[in-house]
């Protein structure tokens, strides 16, 4: 084993919909030595990565962990442990990862009731509702908190209290809202929550935050038929990250690490101080943009700060503008996808990306590559 | 975002089942600063991960990628994709991971035919061979080549020349051997395999290589149903791995630069440099426990190079011996499993931890503890 050049990875400057930055303690955490997944030490730093997920989540859950697998893994593990075969679920779509819901939905063989929004709106209260009540009995509702592939934040404070009352629970993703505007599972009484690591929370993409409530486990253990995915079986998981500490699949140990100490920089900075940053850089970027006479694509009122989307002005070639912005820059923005390809860029500032650096940058990189 | 102090942990001598210690280089990899997944960069990053891999495995098989998940990930993987309702299987259990392919398999609605053997022992092909010819015809028989929870290994070659006769295609678990012993896809015929990064090839655990050959992929593009398992499904996964790079899920970035980096490792050492190795430190292993009068599980014949087991001595407690080779050596070791547990301990050489000092300190560390 030789001594030899190692790896080189350009810095990019990431304002574009996850990846974010990764802060350089989050990076040098990771290049720690790897202990076993049952030595004492990771199970106890397991355990704090338990804690301040709660507190992130702003819950009381003792089931709150980080699933082995991206955010995308985090969605199946929400929908695979409380879907059995022939469940009805109303799933509510206005981008692609409401979609993506109905794609795994089905495939666990739930009986999916879509209801379609254009990308970019949100969805009122009275609307799914009127689902509840006319379209028969469902065992969820599950929507997007923030869209990533729109933009949009959906209101989620108060939908419960009607899920509820038809008997339904209430599952929400929040893989890029977690971390950069509140995600209040106990005082908004959600079910089933999940995440990903690679956007507000700050760490690499690797692992996904998931948190079931009381109402929700008390369907899981009492499913008729096992979980339809091993890997992401919240019964098995369970006893490995509960008290048995019984042994399911060696975690990525340097991910958790990763994650624990993003988490600690949420902590330190503290949510609210979070939140009022990510607010605060976005407003600053929104303004620059409506300088140069971009129009936005989602309304104020239900703007995401962490991820805007932006019209591309008339004439613009979108791929050979973020091609230039990339290779002159340094600077990764991303294109809209379905219904959205070539009409719209989108622009992340998450997590540690979410600097005003970071935006005074961009706008003069985009009004240098518009002029020309 | 202030400057605090940094999660510390301390470097201990991974000889477990696995995870292995990692090479200084694959932890400063991690350390780098992280890509989009679409980044130019990342992709060129992807495919020369690729070729590594095949080059591993001794295939030319197109589909071969990590899977964004552990070893149980891939695991899960390799049966989820080939399975459909209904499919009848033949898994061979020796040995705990048998017995959750078995599990993992009925998920996905196999029919399985288990054949079990003691936990320590291989299968003839005969006994394979008689499966085939009086259960009827089967679609897949699937063994382990390197069972972590007995240390035995399962011959393989010449094994895929009956499976192919009866119409049922090979399916191995290398996820222990691949990068410690020969792992032959192409000259053996196997239709699939898949491993991990955290035992032989060195990288911290975080994603499940996977390889499939021609009539496996012949399967999977006629399946009749969708994949059962949507973060798995190897027919998304191939559009962003293959040549139309569409998003699928973000990848776990920083441990595709580990594994980038433990296979550069792999490449400069030379496959069968690398077998010897962990060969002469097993050897080097065997002679030392066979002096101090400890038995082996496994019969030189069948013994794994890179996981040795041997049998506690009677009137040994197996818990305390291990927690204080961890308090006062700082050497993980393990226990066994299933129907092994308290018969056995599981000493691991892989990888990075196959090292001739490492040998040397757990013999010594041994020799006195069962000495007092």
Same sequence: chains 1, 2.
Avoid at 216 to 225: D, G, I, P, S, T
Avoid at 283 to 309: C, F, I, N
Wanted: net charge negative.
């Amino acid at each position: 084993m030789s001594i030899s050049t190692s790896l080189e990875i350009p810095e990019r400057i990431l304002l574009g919909p996850g990846p974010s930055m990764v802060h350089p303690r989050v990076l040098r955490a990771m290049g720690q030595p790897v202990l076993g997944h049952l030595d004492p030490q990771f199970l106890a730093l397991m355990s704090e990565i338990q804690r301040q997920l709660r507190s992130v989540f702003e819950t009381k859950n003792e089931m709150t962990i980080p699933v082995s697998g991206t955010g995308s893994a985090a969605m199946e593990c929400a929908l695979s442990n409380f879907i059995e075969p022939g469940d009805s679920v109303i799933i509510c779509v206005n981008g692609y990862f409401g979609t993506r819901m109905c794609d795994m939905a089905a495939r666990y063989g739930a009986s999916v009731r879509r209801l379609d929004r254009r990308w970019g709106d949100v969805f009122s209260f009275d609307e799914i509702e009127a689902e509840l009540h006319q379209g028969g009995p469902a065992k969820l509702v599950a929507l997007v908190h923030a869209e990533t592939s729109t933009g949009a934040l959906q209101p989620i404070e108060g939908l419960s209290e009607i899920v509820h009352r038809y008997g339904a629970f209430l599952l929400i993703d929040c893989v890029t809202s977690l971390g950069g505007v509140p995600v209040k599972v106990d005082e908004w009484d959600v079910d089933i929550a999940y995440s990903g690591t690679q956007k507000c929370l700050g760490a690499p993409p690797g692992l996904g935050p998931v948190t079931v409530g009381p109402r929700a486990l008390e369907v899981l253990r009492n499913r008729k038929v096992p979980v339809g995915n091993w890997y992401l079986d919240l019964t098995l998981l369970d006893r490995y990250w509960g008290d048995a500490r019984t042994y399911h699949h060696t975690a990525p140990i340097s991910m958790n690490y990763a994650l624990y100490e993003a988490l600690q920089i949420v902590r330190e900075e503290g949510l609210e101080a979070r939140f009022a940053r990510h607010r605060r850089h976005a407003e600053m970027l929104w303004q620059g943009l409506e300088e140069m006479d971009l129009a936005m694509h989602v309304p104020l009122k239900h703007r995401l700060p962490m991820l805007t989307t932006v019209r591309i002005p008339e004439g613009i070639n979108d791929a050979a503008l973020r091609a230039r912005l990339l290779k002159e820059y340094n600077i990764e923005i991303a294109g809209g996808f379905g219904e959205l390809v070539g009409k719209i860029w989108r622009m992340g500032l998450m997590g540690y990306s979410s600097r005003p650096e970071n935006v005074t940058l961009l706008l003069g990189a985009l009004k240098d590559l518009l002029s020309r």
